[in-house]
C-alpha cells in the first residue's frame, strides 16, 4: 500500500517556484516520487503536482498548512494537500443502463479505485441486482417530473449522511439542478456518450447515426450549470463504418463509456486532474 | 495496370437483386475480384458495387447499357459504371497552408493516386512552388471581397477548360457559392480540421483549445450548399493533452488531415463512395 | 429476436458461384439482410457469407442440405448453415486473473452475447464468488503438474456432459495438450496478453516493459498445438509511456484483453469468422 | 523564434537534485518555460529535462559548465547542455522507396524540422529528384556487395566533411557496419516497417501478411550493433482487414512509417529523448 502525499498547487508563473517548493520538500527529508508541471504561457499560470513517499518525511502532516504558508502566501498559490492513505467516498448515481456502474463496481473490487463506494443512488430498480452482487447499499430514489426539487433534497441528505466525497453520474439520465451542482463543486464526474461538443445534449448516438459520422465517442467532464460543457477530463473514440446500425453504435459507445469514465475517476480519486479555465490538466 | 469496370447500384430493396446482377455478369462471362453491398434496413435501400476483370468479358462496353437496362428498370435502379482504366481529371483548390497539397502531389507522383491532375487554382502564389516541383500548371486566381462572383466564374472557365471531373479542397480558404457548388454535385471533397460536427465553420483547432478537448480530428467531406455538413467519407483524431500549445494543435492537426483528406480523394477516385441520405457508404 | 439463417461459404474461386447461390435464395425467396464475400487472388479461395430472414424462407431447414447439395458439389464447396435463433454452449476456462470473465459474465448477462454458459472451469476458486454473482455452474479442476493428463481427462467429461460448442480461455494460464485441442479444433478462443507475434510465450508484458515499446497490444486467436500461433481473430493496442510501470502496463492491458476477447468472442458465436490458411476473415 | 537553453540530466536519485538544479536555474534569473522528470524506481534513476528562456538569464553560457560542475559532481550527473538556436545537421539516407524521404524534406521546408540538411545520401538515384526539387546536395554512393567496407568509409568522410551531428536511415535499405555505427552512438536513427519486436528483420509487411495480424506497425528507433534491437522512439499502428492485400499493406504502412518517422527525428532535434537501458524517455 502506497503511503504517500501528494500537493497539487496552481498560482500565477514566476521565477523561483520550482526552487521553493523543491527546497521546502528537500529540507524536510521528502523522497519525491513523481513531479509535474505545467505553465500556460497566454495566462501565466503555473501549474504543479509533486507526489513524496511520507516514510522518511519529517515534518508531521498536521504542521504541514503551518510551515508551508509562507511560501503559499509569497507565491499566491492555491494549493491542496492529499494523502494517498486516504480513500475518498464515491456515490454512483444511475438509472438503467448499467454498463458503467457494472465496471465500476468491478474495478473497485479488484482494487483498481482506491475509494470506497457508501451508496448507489438510482431513479429506477433494474440496478438492484448489480449492487447486491457486490454488496453495495442501493438507494431507490424516485425523481417526479413535478417533483425533483423534493428528488434532489433526499438525495443530498443521502450524500452528507454518507460523508460523500464526489459523484459519479454512470449513465444518469436526469438533469442535476445548479442548486445540486453548487453543493458538489468540479465533483461530480459526467460520461456523456459523444465526443463533446460534437452532440451535447439529448440521444448522441441517434444523431451521430443521422449524420453519418465515422468514428463516436466518449466524453467523460465535471459537471457544471451548463449542460455538458463543464471541463473535459477524458475522450476517445471508435471507429465505425456504414455496416454499423444504430444498435452497433449503442453498443460499441458502451465500451467506450466505460473506459473512459473510468479513467477519469481514477484519476480524479488519484488527485490528478487540476482545473482551470474550464479545462482540466491531467498530470499522468 | 488494372483493367477492370466497376457497377455502383443504388435501389430499393428487393428481392432478386443480387441474383439478378450476378447472373447478369456470369451470363457475360465476368470474373468477380470484389463485390460488396449494404443494405438499410430502415431506408428499405439496396447498395452495391461489384468489380470484375475485363479481360474475359464478353460484352462490349458499348453495349452494357443496352444490356442492362432491362435489369435496371426492373428494379429501379440507379447506376452507373467506372472503368478503372479511366485517370480521372482532378483540379486542387489550395490558399496558403501547403500540407495537403504537397501530400497530393507527392501520392500523385507516386503513382497512388490514380488521376490527372490538369491544374492547381489558388488564390495566392505562395504555393506555386510546389506545383512547379512536381510539373503541374498553377493557375493565381485572386479573390476579391466583393468580386467573388467573378473569380467564381473565371474558376468555372479554367475547369471546363481542363474538362476537370472533381475538385479537391486541400485547405482551399474561400467559401464556395451554391452556384458554384451546383456545377460539381458530389464532385467538390473538403477537408475541414475538425471532427465534424463539432467545430464546423472557422478556426476550428483556436475552439478546441479553448474547449479543452483531449483529442483533435479532421473530416472530409463532399461539400454542399450547407457549410461543412455534406456527406463525410472519411474522419480521424489525433490524442492531445495539456501539453500541447495551439501551435502543436496546428501541427498535428496538419498530419491528420493530410491522412483523411488523402484517403478521401483515393477513395473517390477509386469509385468506392456510394451517397444516401446525405450520408456516405465507403467499399473499402 | 432475430431469426435468420446464415450460411458460410469455402470453395476455389470461379465464375457463376455467386449467381448460383444467389439465385438459389431467391429461387426459395430469401430475404437478404447481409452478405459478405472475399477473394483470396492467390490462393484462388472464395469465402462467403450470406444470413437471411427466415420469414419468407420457402424451403424447410430439413431439406436444405438436399437442395443445395448440387450447387455444394457443383462447386467443391465447404459449406456450413447456421441459425440465429441457436443459442451455442460456451464454456469458459480461467484462473486468478478474473477481468476477462467478469467481462464475459456481464455481456452474457446483459444480452450482447447470444450463448449459453454451461459452466465455468478453472484450476483455482478465486473467481467462484463471480461465478456465483452471475449464476453461472462453476467447477474448480486443479491441474497438478504431474497429473495433467487426468485433469484434462476430466475437463474434458464435463465439457461433453453439458455439450459444449466452444472454449473460451479467459487468462487460463495453463497450456493445452494436442490431445485436449483436437477434441475442439477452431473452437477454442485464447486472449494472448500482448501484440502477437512479439512476445509470444510467457511474460508478455513484463518483457514489453523490458522492451521499452511504446504500445502494448492484445490477440484473440483460435488455439492450435503451436503455442500462440493460431488464426489470430481481433487484436487492438493502447498507448503507453515512460511513465507507465509494468503494473499500469497490465492494467492497461487488462482494459485491452477484456474488450478483443470479448469481440472475438461475439464475432464467432455469430458466425462472422472464417479460416483459411492459418488466418479468419471477419465478416463484420 | 526560440531562444532557450535545455539542460538534460541523468543521475542516480537522490534527494535534493530537483531542489539543487531549480535552485542553480533560480539564483541566475532563467525563467523555465518547461520542466519534466523521470525517476525509474527499480534503476533507482533520475532523469530530468529542463528547458528555460535565455533572455532574462544571467549566466553566460560558456560559463555555464563551470558554475553548474559542483552540482555535477556532488550527484554524479550525465548532462549536457543544448540550445535551441543551434540547427543540428542532419544526413538522410536513402534506397528506392522515396515516402519518408519526400516527407522530411517537405517538413524540413515548412520549417516544422529545426535542422540543416547538408546532404542525402543514397544507393540508387532514383530520389535525386526530390533532393533537387528540394534543393539539397545529393550524393549517390554505391555499395557493392564486396566492397561495403569502401562505401562506408566514402560516406563517412562525406559526413565529417558536413560535420554531419545525426543520421536518418529513411528506409535505407543496406545494414550498416558496427564500425559505421560506432562513429554515431545513439546518432542514427532508424524507421523499421513493422511493429517491432514482431518481424524484425527482413520482409516485414510480407511476414504480417502471411500471419494474418489485424494491425500493422511502425517503429522509429536508435541503431545498435544489433539489428532491429535499439532504443524504441516512437510506433504506431493501423487497422487493416482481410480486404488489404499485400499492396494494401504496404501502402498504409508507408503513411504509418513517415509519420512515426518524423516524430522521432523532430524529438531528437528538439533534444526530448533520453536514453538509458536499451529504452528512451520521450519528454514531450
Redesign the interface.
Known sequence: MKNTAILLVSCPDQ??L??AI??F??RH???????????D?ALKLFLMRVEWDLG?FHLPLGEFERHFAPIAERFQMDWRLALSGYRPKMAVFVSRY??CL??LL?RHQ?G?LHCDIPLIVSNHTDTKWLAD??GIPFQHVTVHRDAKEEAERLQLDLLRHHHVDFIVLARYMQVLSPQFIHHYPSRIINIHHS?????HGAKPYHRAFE?????I?ATSHYVTEILDDG??I????A?I???D?LDDLI?KGA?LEK?VLSRAVRWHIENRVLLY??????F?
Chains 1, 2, 3, 4 share one sequence.
Open positions: 521565477k523561483g520550482v526552487a523543491a527546497d520538500l528537500y527529508n521528502a523522497n519525491i516520487l513523481h513531479a509535474d508541471q505545467h505553465q504561457g522518511d448499467d454498463h457494472a465496471d468491478y479488484s483498481e452482487a457486490y465526443f463533446l461538443p460534437a452532440f449524420r453519418g459520422v465515422k468514428l465517442g471541463p473535459i477524458e475522450q476517445d473514440v471507429r463504418s456504414h455496416r446500425h453498443q465500451d473506459i479555465a474550464n479545462k482540466t490538466v491531467v499522468d
